[in-house]
Nanobody, 120 residues
Framework: QVQLVESGGGLVQAGGSLRLSCAVSGRTFSSYRMGWFRQAPGKEREFVAAISWSDGNTNYRDSVKGRFTISRDNVKNTVYLQMNSLGPDDTAVYYC?????????????WGQGTQVTVSS
Protein backbone atom coordinates (compact mmCIF):
# COMPACT_ATOMS: atom_id res chain seq x y z
CA GLN A 1 0.00 0.00 0.00
CA VAL A 2 1.44 3.33 -1.09
CA GLN A 3 1.59 5.95 1.61
CA LEU A 4 2.72 9.55 1.61
CA VAL A 5 2.72 10.97 5.11
CA GLU A 6 3.37 14.66 5.66
CA SER A 7 4.56 16.32 8.85
CA GLY A 8 6.11 19.56 9.97
CA GLY A 9 3.28 22.01 9.54
CA GLY A 10 2.30 24.51 12.19
CA LEU A 11 1.87 28.13 13.13
CA VAL A 12 4.71 30.55 12.45
CA GLN A 13 5.09 34.30 12.38
CA ALA A 14 5.73 36.14 9.14
CA GLY A 15 9.39 35.96 8.23
CA GLY A 16 9.80 32.62 9.95
CA SER A 17 10.66 29.19 8.63
CA LEU A 18 9.24 25.69 8.59
CA ARG A 19 10.41 22.40 7.14
CA LEU A 20 7.83 19.96 5.84
CA SER A 21 8.58 16.28 5.49
CA CYS A 22 6.91 13.64 3.35
CA ALA A 23 7.70 10.05 4.23
CA VAL A 24 6.96 7.68 1.36
CA SER A 25 6.44 3.94 1.51
CA GLY A 26 4.79 1.07 -0.27
CA ARG A 27 6.70 1.09 -3.52
CA THR A 28 9.88 2.23 -5.22
CA PHE A 29 9.68 5.85 -6.33
CA SER A 30 12.97 5.97 -8.23
CA SER A 31 11.17 6.74 -11.50
CA TYR A 32 8.78 9.25 -9.97
CA ARG A 33 8.62 12.98 -9.69
CA MET A 34 7.74 14.07 -6.16
CA GLY A 35 6.46 17.38 -5.02
CA TRP A 36 4.29 19.69 -3.00
CA PHE A 37 0.99 21.38 -3.70
CA ARG A 38 -0.95 23.72 -1.45
CA GLN A 39 -4.53 24.84 -1.06
CA ALA A 40 -5.58 27.98 0.74
CA PRO A 41 -9.16 28.49 1.97
CA GLY A 42 -11.46 29.34 -0.90
CA LYS A 43 -8.76 28.79 -3.51
CA GLU A 44 -7.82 26.02 -5.89
CA ARG A 45 -4.97 23.68 -5.15
CA GLU A 46 -1.74 24.97 -6.69
CA PHE A 47 1.66 23.55 -7.49
CA VAL A 48 4.53 24.62 -5.22
CA ALA A 49 7.66 22.61 -6.00
CA ALA A 50 8.81 19.31 -7.48
CA ILE A 51 11.88 17.11 -7.56
CA SER A 52 12.83 14.03 -9.54
CA TRP A 53 13.71 11.16 -7.27
CA SER A 54 16.36 9.89 -9.67
CA ASP A 55 18.48 12.95 -10.45
CA GLY A 56 17.24 15.64 -8.08
CA ASN A 57 16.07 17.98 -10.82
CA THR A 58 13.78 20.64 -9.30
CA ASN A 59 11.29 23.30 -10.28
CA TYR A 60 9.24 25.84 -8.32
CA ARG A 61 6.33 28.17 -8.73
CA ASP A 62 7.57 31.72 -9.19
CA SER A 63 6.23 33.07 -5.90
CA VAL A 64 8.36 30.68 -3.81
CA LYS A 65 11.59 30.79 -5.78
CA GLY A 66 14.47 31.84 -3.56
CA ARG A 67 12.46 31.15 -0.41
CA PHE A 68 11.53 27.45 -0.64
CA THR A 69 13.86 24.52 -1.26
CA ILE A 70 12.74 21.00 -2.10
CA SER A 71 15.05 18.07 -1.46
CA ARG A 72 14.94 14.32 -1.00
CA ASP A 73 16.74 11.74 1.08
CA ASN A 74 16.98 8.48 -0.80
CA VAL A 75 18.01 6.53 2.30
CA LYS A 76 15.15 7.79 4.46
CA ASN A 77 12.65 7.76 1.56
CA THR A 78 11.63 11.26 2.52
CA VAL A 79 11.00 14.45 0.58
CA TYR A 80 11.44 17.80 2.30
CA LEU A 81 10.25 21.33 1.70
CA GLN A 82 12.28 23.96 3.50
CA MET A 83 10.26 27.16 3.64
CA ASN A 84 11.94 30.43 4.60
CA SER A 85 10.75 34.03 4.73
CA LEU A 86 7.18 32.86 5.11
CA GLY A 87 4.35 35.31 4.61
CA PRO A 88 0.59 35.23 5.21
CA ASP A 89 0.04 34.31 1.55
CA ASP A 90 1.82 31.01 2.22
CA THR A 91 -0.94 29.96 4.61
CA ALA A 92 -2.48 26.77 3.24
CA VAL A 93 -2.77 23.04 3.59
CA TYR A 94 0.33 21.55 1.99
CA TYR A 95 0.09 18.21 0.23
CA CYS A 96 2.83 15.85 -0.82
CA UNK A 97 2.29 14.19 -4.21
CA UNK A 98 3.90 11.73 -6.60
CA UNK A 99 3.61 11.02 -10.30
CA UNK A 100 5.49 8.53 -12.42
CA UNK A 101 7.73 10.14 -15.00
CA UNK A 102 9.33 13.56 -15.41
CA UNK A 103 6.34 15.80 -14.69
CA UNK A 104 4.11 16.48 -11.72
CA UNK A 105 0.82 17.52 -13.26
CA UNK A 106 -1.66 14.82 -12.35
CA UNK A 107 -0.24 13.01 -9.35
CA UNK A 108 -1.33 9.45 -8.80
CA UNK A 109 -0.57 9.59 -5.09
CA TRP A 110 -1.36 12.19 -2.46
CA GLY A 111 -0.68 12.65 1.21
CA GLN A 112 -3.30 13.72 3.71
CA GLY A 113 -1.99 17.26 4.00
CA THR A 114 -0.41 19.36 6.72
CA GLN A 115 -1.58 22.81 7.77
CA VAL A 116 0.77 25.78 7.55
CA THR A 117 -0.44 29.02 9.10
CA VAL A 118 1.59 32.21 8.89
CA SER A 119 0.55 35.06 11.14
CA SER A 120 1.24 38.66 10.22
Amino acid sequence: QVQLVESGGGLVQAGGSLRLSCAVSGRTFSSYRMGWFRQAPGKEREFVAAISWSDGNTNYRDSVKGRFTISRDNVKNTVYLQMNSLGPDDTAVYYCAAQRGEKLIRPAYWGQGTQVTVSS
